[in-house]
């Protein structure tokens, strides 16, 4: 399955977050405390600060609490954890109590966890420790938090709007028609259970298949459902992860049309000559449908740095073999920096460059950001679309690499990256770079079991924390959401693939 970006192994140590490993819907997340003392403001937004700000090798974890407080002494606190700024988490607080006479606010967040800090008499920081083990002294983290009047509280805490008696109303309204190329509909011209599509938003409101940030859906060529949640709208790009590896490969397969090298059957090695001195008798049985597939056996290394696109080809290619290249799946993010790699030596130019001229412009996407590292782009990630563009190359998938008329991806390589060509798992099958997920595969949501007689084949680009593209061909539909459901021992990320199948689908009247 997919590989954890980053990986928090030192995550149990910090007894202040043992409690995120919960899924915390909003009806519970939010917990009260009648303090007896009288009531002083220290209500608001709290971020960690810089300086204790929980530090990890490949990031920055962020604690973050909200507290709220009445006239009667009545105070409300929730929180979370961000991720390089970013959501991450929700931390469950189970009670809160400020004491006016000593300044001390106690947060008490797990059976034996609890937070002990002072407030200054400016009500602007609080300076204090997490605590695990009172008996413990060396279990004792220093955690300041200070306040934040910056942070958009309803990205942390708001899924939608309320109205003035604090209930949420959900109104539909079909998508405004943008000049990109996209045609718009009614959802009510395909749906004819409006009591059924309403309490599926109520459900995704509620956090019943995790942290849903955009929600849309195009049937017969046309967007009848963009919905965005979290203080999310279609104005700002969202982080796609591994739905990159995705893109990837439908701009490699543009690539090996143009240069006429349609066969993926051939060595990897054909493409990088230079590093011939580098061929065993294992490694040069690794053909690029290896790479496309993740079955090459190359191992998995994060730590490589690279100051130059070709500078991981060699380092990967110089790296002993952990199986036999055929012989088994193994997810692999450099598997994919090699394609780009390639890309970029038959281009000449790296892929974002490439994507922008020979994709992004003519499907109408005209702003996105790709990271590089030191200059060299992460073909296997950290691409951000705006969730509208995701659902462009849905469409684009669905009708063959056609749009309007043109072929910009080659039909056939469409043919053969979409269809399995191994198991990834028992609920999985795997393409080139993109999921695939029929009736043969298990269910893992429930008991694990084969799926329904009816499921339908689907199409995906899957990408860590809940993002996805899924193309269910014979419905002629396309499915995107977004999210933030980054925590991924709760299984909240891959909610969307059921809610897909058992809720998104029997709305359209299809069982």
Sequence with gaps: MKKIKFVLLSFVIFGFLISCRQTISPETKHTEFVNKEHYVSIDGLWRVTPETAIQFPNGTLEPVI????????????????????????YWEIKGVQYIDSSNQLVIDYDERGIYKGIVDSKKENIRGLAIWDEADTSDHNKIDFIRDENTDVNKLFIPYPSGSDGSIKYTYHQPEKRNDQLQTASIFEF???????????????????GRVESFIIIKDQKLILEEYFYGWDRSQLHPIH??????????????????????????????????DSLKTSENEKITLKHVLTMTSGLPEDDDFEKNDPDDLVKLMLSLPLESTPGEKFKYNNNGTNILGSIINTLEKKQADDFAKEVLFNK??????????ENDVLQCHSDLQLFPADMAKIGLLVLNYGSWNGEQIVPKEWINRSTKPQVAESEFFDYGYQWWYRSKRNKSWWE???????????????????????????????????????????NGMWLAKVPMVIEEVVPLFGYH
């Design 242 to 275: 591994s739905c990159t590896k995705s893109i990837t490969s439908l701009l490699l397969g543009i690539t090996l049309e143009r240069h006429k090298k349609p066969e993926t059957d051939v060595p990897v090695f054909d493409f990088f000559p230079q590093y």
């Design 191 to 209: 749906v004819k259970d409006s009591t059924a599509f309403y309490n599926l938003i109520e459900k995704i409101i509620k956090q019943k298949f």
């Design 447 to 489: 008991n694990p079991v084969h799926g329904s007689n009816n499921e339908h084949d689907m199409l995906l680009a899957l990408g860590y924390g809940g993002q996805f593209i899924m193309i269910i061909r014979d419905l002629n539909m396309v499915i995107v959401t977004t999210s933030s459901d980054y925590n991924e021992s």
């Design 66 to 89: 909200q507290i709220s407080g009445d006239a009667n002494g009545k105070l409300t606190a929730r929180g979370c954890f961000l991720w390089d700024s970013q959501f991450y988490d």
């Design 363 to 372: 499907l109408g996407i005209s702003e996105f950001y790709w990271h590089r």
